[in-house]
C-alpha cells in the first residue's frame, strides 16, 4: 500500500498521496472520549462576534483536508470554498447579506464562502471511477447534476462545520443572503452557487453580550428518532 500515515483510528493515505480507499485500523480506538465529542457538539457554540484574534486561512485548508474523507452520495464532493481574506473580497459579500448579518461578518476575523460546483462531474473520473459513463449522462443534465451538488454540498457544509470545531475555531453561520448578489460577487469566473457564508474565530468577544445568544433548547432523541 506505500505511504500511510495513521489518524484517528484510521489508515489514511499520507497528505499527497493519491489512494483509491481509506482502511479502518481495527486494532485502534473506534469512539471519541467525552472531551472530544464535547468540542464538536454539546460544547460547541454558534458565535456572532468574536475576539479580534486573526484566523489563517490555512484552517479552512487544513479543515477541507479532514471532511474530504466524509461520504457524499457517488462520491461527487460538491463544495467549494472561498475565504475571503482582503477587505474588497469581504466588502463584496456582505453587500449581498441580510441587514442584520453584515455588521457582523465585516468584523468577523475570517470568513468563507461555502458554495456547490455545478459542473461536478468533470471530475467524475478520479472521484467515481466506479461509475463509468456518469460523466458523460450528466453533461446533458443540468438540472440533475445542480440539484445532486446542491444536495451533496449542504451535507459537506455540516461536515464543515464540525471540522471547523475540531480545529479549536468558532463557526458563525450565515443563510441570510442573496445568492445570486453573492456569486456575482465572487462567483463569476468558476459558476460556483452561494449556499451560506461562515464566520470564523477564536472566542466570542468578552465585550458583547450577544456573542452568543442564550442556548435554545433541542428535541430529545426520543422525539426525532423512532425505532420500528
Ligand atoms: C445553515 C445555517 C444558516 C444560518 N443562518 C444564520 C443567519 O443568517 N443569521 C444568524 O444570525 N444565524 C444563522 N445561523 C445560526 C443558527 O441560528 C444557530 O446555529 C442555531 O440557532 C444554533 O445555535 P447554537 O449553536 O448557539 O445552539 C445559521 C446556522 C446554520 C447552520
Redesign the pocket.
Given at each position: 500500500m506505500g505511504d500511510l500515515t495513521e489518524a484517528a483510528g484510521c489508515v489514511r493515505p499520507a497528505d499527497g498521496f493519491d489512494l483509491d480507499v481509506t482502511q479502518t485500523d481495527l486494532a485502534a480506538p473506534t469512539r471519541l472520549d467525552a472531551a472530544s465529542l464535547d468540542l464538536l457538539f454539546a460544547g460547541?457554540?454558534?458565535t456572532?462576534t468574536f475576539t479580534p484574534e486573526p484566523v489563517d486561512p490555512d484552517v479552512v485548508h487544513r479543515a477541507y483536508d479532514q471532511l474530504r474523507w466524509a461520504p457524499t452520495s457517488m462520491n461527487i464532493q460538491p463544495l467549494r470554498l472561498t475565504a475571503l481574506v482582503s477587505r474588497a473580497a469581504r466588502e463584496s459579500v456582505v453587500a449581498h447579506l441580510?441587514p442584520?448579518?453584515q455588521a457582523k461578518t465585516l468584523a468577523a476575523p475570517l470568513s468563507v464562502v461555502a458554495a456547490y460546483d455545478p459542473a461536478f462531474h468533470t471530475h467524475l473520473d478520479v472521484l467515481a471511477p466506479h461509475r463509468e459513463g456518469l460523466r458523460e449522462q450528466l453533461e446533458g443534465q443540468p438540472e440533475r447534476r445542480d440539484a445532486m451538488a446542491r444536495t451533496n454540498a449542504l451535507i459537506q457544509?455540516g461536515y464543515l462545520?464540525v471540522a471547523l470545531r475540531a480545529e479549536g475555531l468558532q463557526v458563525?453561520?450565515?443563510?441570510?443572503?442573496d445568492p445570486l448578489g453573492v456569486d456575482a460577487a465572487v462567483h463569476a469566473e468558476n459558476g460556483w452557487r452561494t449556499l451560506?457564508v461562515l464566520n470564523l474565530g477564536h472566542a466570542p468577544d468578552p465585550a458583547d453580550p450577544t456573542a452568543?445568544?442564550p442556548?435554545?433548547g433541542r428535541l430529545e432523541a426520543a422525539q426525532a428518532v423512532l425505532t420500528r
Open positions: 460547541a457554540r454558534t456572532n441580510g442584520r448579518n457544509l462545520i458563525g453561520p450565515i443563510g441570510g443572503l451560506a452568543q445568544r442556548r435554545a
